[in-house]
């Protein structure tokens, strides 16, 4: 052996630090199997330098230091009164905080709220933060979800530290990380559900922020489970979408994986059905062969779909078996489950133990003040359980209220400003923030959703269940394609001008609806949109066979009867 100086001691203390230091670039996976590297982000994105790829700036940014060790970096800036520089803020936003200039020069903190559901004490922390650091409100999302707006730049870090201190730390909930999951929201209180998802709900999100790992994603991931019942979740639209269901085996969890109804894809049958006790770990499989597999060269190619489009399902399960050690069980008979109430996330609806409601809130467009945050609060508790429930209609439920204590709590609501009777126009009104704080929107989305209901109300009375959505750009945050009714924002000439309008597409749906709406009119303004959908909803309502949905109506049109409906309504009000 040559001399090096150093001891035989020494030298196997060297070997052992640089086989550390190899192991931590990714250049060794420990010897443990069924588990990734010991940095998997490293490891993914030196296989993709390997293959001749060139990574994208964002994922250079993540080589050059990881995003969860760079809060330094966020504190130094607020101490400075600075806002983020575009690959600053993507950093950030692994931490929670967005900038969201030019529409406002702020920052947005989306929050981590698993299953969306809260208890009073941390709705009314939520509210604090609003009033003394940020818009003095916040939004409920279409992820079961809150978030804040207008939060001056020294303030960022003081928003994150606090809702930690609320065990709502919003760690990972923007860039490439796994978004808040969503569930059902009557969890636990629904007479229609087969399995209460809260526990595997809590022990996923847990997992989840405890695992470095899994802040390696090329792009950002979805997940959601629901247990059966009233209100749906809108499942398929995740990445992984968990249905539960009846087996001869007892209750498993349907694997459906790589909806982004944005691209216009739902979430694809994979044939696999999971026992409850196994959802953690699969999941945890599925993210980590995304991690190994997902594309680090091309952002736009970079979401779980397009692995699946070019591995296909087969070849994917097979690497997830591989990470787990064993076969995943398929789907023998089963029993579905039952059909979700269009609106029933509206109005009082008895709960499976007895004598106890839950109540339906309606907000305007899921905007709620830092009072009737507070409001909300203090009913959950004089008049419940003290527990509030998020849903992805960008409403709340309030829970477990005794018979006797709902007009108290109805007139509650009322001097609160909020709802909670049943809307069929209302109730499936859902709309993203817009161009007033999103600089992709090209639209205006939340005024002209109120003006627009406003605008219907008076005009027809909808006897039946209608979802509108709004949303301003390609990102379809307010997952247009999936309405009866969905509005994608555009630019509209008018004369020399350019005003904010919308393509208008019919005919999509969810849960039993399944289906990707039909584009039926481009580059509609803003202000022709009332009698447009007054135009459609008055024939579905004149020419629709007994009872008929507006979604079974809007699949009997051809395109150019569409069309020519919103035509004929447009030179009319002309």
């Known amino acids: 052996m040559p001399d090096t100086g150093f001891s035989p001691e020494q030298q196997e203390y060297l070997k052992g630090f640089m086989a550390g230091v190899e192991a931590r670039r990714g250049g060794l996976a420990p010897a443990s199997e069924g588990t ?72 947005m903190c989306r929050l981590r709220i698993p299953g969306g559901i809260l208890n009073a004490w941390q709705l009314r922390g939520i509210a604090d933060i609003a009033e ?9 999302t279409t992820r079961a979800n809150l978030q804040y707006r207008e939060i001056p730049a020294a303030k960022g870090p003081e928003v994150v530290m606090r809702l930690g201190d609320l065990g709502l730390l919003p760690r990972g909930t923007g860039a490439d990380n796994i978004r808040n999951i969503t569930a059902s929201p009557t969890a636990g209180i629904d007479a229609a559900e087969l399995v209460d998802t809260r526990p595997l709900v809590r ?51 349907s694997l459906n994986l790589g909806g982004i109804t944005g691209h216009r894809d739902f979430a694809r049958a994979t044939g696999v059905a999971i026992p409850p006790e196994d959802v953690v770990a699969t999941c945890d499989a599925i993210l980590r062969v995304f991690i ?42 089963t029993t579905p489950p039952a059909t979700p109430a269009k609106h029933g996330h509206i109005g009082i609806h008895p709960q499976k133990q007895p004598g106890l409601f839950y109540i339906g809130v309606t907000t305007r467009l899921g ?17 419940g359980s003290g527990t509030i429930r998020l849903t992805v209609w960008q409403n709340l439920l309030l829970s477990d209220i005794p018979e006797a204590n709902l007009p108290a709590l109805k007139s509650g609501l009322t001097a609160l400003g909020l709802g909670w009777e049943p809307s069929a126009l209302r109730g499936g009104l859902v ?53 009866d009714i969905g509005l994608i924002g555009a630019k509209v000439e008018r004369g020399e001008d350019m005003v904010e309008g919308y393509d208008l597409h019919v005919g999509g749906g969810a849960g039993p609806e399944q289906k990707i709406g039909r584009l039926v009119r481009k580059h509609v303004a803003h202000d022709e949109l009332g009698p447009i959908l007054l135009s459609l909803l008055q024939a579905w309502q004149r020419t629709r066979a007994e009872a008929e949905s507006f979604h079974l109506w809007s699949a009997r049109q051809s395109d150019e009867a569409l069309t020519a409906l919103a035509a004929a309504q447009v030179l009319e009000a002309a």
């Open 203 to 253: 022990a996923l999100h847990h997992h989840i922020l405890a695992t470095r790992d899994l802040f390696a994603l090329p792009r950002k991931f979805n997940i959601a489970l629901s247990g059966g019942g009233a209100v749906e979740v809108l499942q398929e639209t995740n990445d992984i979408a968990l249905t539960a269901i009846e087996t001869a085996e007892g209750i498993r969890f």
């Open 367 to 383: 905007r709620l003040t830092a009072a009737q945050l507070r409001g909300l609060a203090a009913l959950a508790e004089r008049h």
């Open 36 to 107: 990734a590297p010991a940095d998997a982000l490293r490891a993914a994105q030196d296989r993709t330098l390997a293959a001749g790829g060139k990574l994208v700036p964002q994922e250079q940014a993540k080589r050059e230091r990881h995003p969860l060790d760079r809060w330094d970096e966020l504190a130094a800036r607020a101490a400075a009164g600075r806002f983020p520089k575009p690959i600053e803020d993507f950093i950030g936003r692994y931490h929670g905080l967005f900038y969201v200039g030019p529409a406002q020069d702020a920052f």
């Open 431 to 483: 709309a993203c923030t817009g161009a007033a704080g999103c600089k992709f929107a090209a639209a205006d989305t939340k005024r002209h959703a109120a003006e627009l209901a406003d605008f219907l109300e008076p005009r027809i009375a909808i006897d039946q269940p209608v979802n509108i959505h709004l949303t301003g750009c390609h990102h379809s945050c307010a997952q247009h394609y999936i309405a």
């Open 132 to 140: 003394d650091c940020a818009g003095g409100y916040a939004d409920v």
């Open 292 to 333: 190994a597999e997902g594309c680090r060269t091309d952002r736009a190619k970079a979401r779980l779909k397009y692995v699946l489009d070019r591995m296909g399902i087969g070849a994917f399960l097979h690497a997830v078996e591989d990470r787990l050690g064993k076969t995943l069980p398929r789907l023998a008979t």
